[in-house]
């Protein structure tokens, strides 16, 4: 099928503006609420079995690990050539003949927000990430193809603040840095930018400038993003992709002169009604002693924008996993967008072994349920009690001491299933561990923190 570029003119319409429980504001942070996909008030809800769920966690840790290598091609060599392909053509041709091949979720089974765009402000639910540095929102004419999406799809003609970004500007240098993909120019000396996945996930478009609307009292010009024309993936039915990692391009780094560069968030389970939020600023309670912070690090061999940091060790039980302190010395990041956590191999052995030693005493074990294999007979809301406690522990004294919730999750009909997943050189610390804690990201001084039970 042909898809041919052109550009559509709708009126303008009244924009909707988000209830005052969505966000709250003072001088110092911006305090915007979280939804989980599958929660209660969400509106992105997709019927996706639990194996499709597991898969797709799969090739979103295979599209981290493939950053830390700092593998610029991210993914199969058909897909990067095809991605060229497809740029190429938004350089030179008026019009497109290219089949569209569905990708895998980078992150739409997790967590969204909801922000604004343009004046007069449209606001668009939005995928947020910390493994992703630059963001980018679905935007019409949609010349290529548009996933479908729950808010009407971002007109770009319907804001007067909009504007693309010439090919000599900046940010069109520094997205190479950003998406790892080395920007295009069209004939009419446009930026085009490319963001993919490890998987078969992207998006392609132009690079922009708008208007940034986080509350209605709150709003910061310039917000460079991308303006989406191709975008293929199951996204779920967010708008786009909202980049929260350490490159200068993303949205944290962009609002950090007013802010400072500090966020934190407390993401909340799916069963919950309320209390999770994103917080843009330093919080206050950060300096109670409610928190207990770890130095942020960085690796040589490590994507500057991803959030790395050491795990000193994990205990059950209160008992030291029996492995040498070499075990720990791998690459290790903390992903909002990863659900289930990955240890290597050795790791993963250990605590298979110390939780299944304690757990089979009151629980009879179950077959593996595809990437999880430490399995047992039961549902999660019985499993109160004869569960042992699990901490990753790290320097400086802080630690995640994981309850049952964070440690088990429900595989099936009377399967239950630790949340830890053994991987290949690399430990990432999924959202599932970090559920009802907020996670601090104090960037400028370098350092992640945590408290328990903040979701309130």
């Not at 708008?210 to 993936?233: A, K, M, V």
């Not at 040589?300 to 050491?310: A, G, K, N, Q």
Request: charged letters at 15%; aromatic letters at 10%; hydrophobic letters at 40%.
């Amino acid at each position: 099928m042909a898809f041919v570029w052109f550009l559509l003119v709708f009126s303008l319409s009244l924009a909707v503006i988000p209830s005052q429980a969505e966000t709250q504001v003072n001088q110092s942070r911006v305090h915007l609420k979280i939804h989980h996909v599958h929660g209660p008030e969400s509106s992105l809800i997709q019927n996706v079995s639990f194996s499709d769920f597991l898969l797709h966690d799969e090739e979103r840790v295979k599209s981290l690990k493939s950053i830390l290598v700092k593998n610029t091609n991210r993914g199969s060599s058909s897909l990067s050539s095809d991605l060229s392909r497809r740029s190429n053509h938004w350089s030179s041709a008026k019009s497109l003949n290219i089949p569209l091949n569905s990708g895998l979720s980078i992150g739409s089974g997790n967590y969204y927000v909801k922000i604004g765009i343009g004046s007069p402000v449209k606001y668009s639910t939005m995928i947020m990430d910390t493994g992703s540095s630059f963001s980018w929102i679905q935007c019409k004419p949609c010349a290529v193809f548009c996933h479908s999406q729950t808010d009407p799809v971002f007109d770009p003609s319907s804001s007067k603040t909009y504007k693309t970004l010439p090919c000599a500007a900046s940010a069109c240098s520094s997205l190479k840095e950003s998406t790892l993909n080395s920007p295009l120019c069209t004939s009419s000396n446009k930026c085009i930018y490319t963001a993919s996945y490890g998987d078969s996930s992207y998006s392609i478009g132009y690079l922009s400038q708008d208007l940034l609307t986080l509350s209605q009292s709150q709003t910061f010009p310039n917000f460079i993003y991308g303006c989406g024309q191709d975008n293929e993936g199951l996204f779920g039915k967010s708008a786009g992709l909202l980049g929260l990692a350490r490159d200068k391009l993303s949205m944290i780094a962009q609002v950090s002169s007013k802010y400072g560069f500090s966020f934190s968030y407390c993401l909340p389970t799916a069963t919950a009604s309320s209390g999770g939020f994103l917080k843009i600023g330093k919080n206050p309670s950060v300096v109670t002693s409610s928190f207990k912070f770890t130095p942020m690090v960085k690796d040589p061999r490590e994507s500057s924008s991803l959030y790395s940091l050491r795990l000193a060790a994990i205990t059950v039980a209160g008992f030291p996993l029996r492995v040498s302190a070499a075990e720990y010395k791998v690459p290790t990041i903390i992903d909002s967008g990863t659900v289930i956590t990955r240890l290597p191999l050795s790791l993963y052995s250990a605590l298979q072994s110390a939780f299944v030693k304690i757990m089979s005493k009151k629980y009879a074990q179950a077959p593996a349920f595809s990437i999880l294999d430490t399995c047992f007979k039961g549902n999660v809301k019985a499993m109160t009690s004869g569960v042992p406690e699990i901490a990753m522990v790290f320097p400086g004294g802080a630690a995640l001491r994981l309850s049952a919730s964070n440690m088990l999750i429900q595989a099936g009909d009377g399967v239950t299933c630790l949340a830890f997943a053994a991987s290949s050189e690399i430990t990432v610390i999924g959202n599932h561990q970090q559920q009802t804690f907020e996670v601090a990201y104090d960037v400028a001084n370098s350092r992640i923190g945590f408290a328990a039970n903040a979701c309130r």
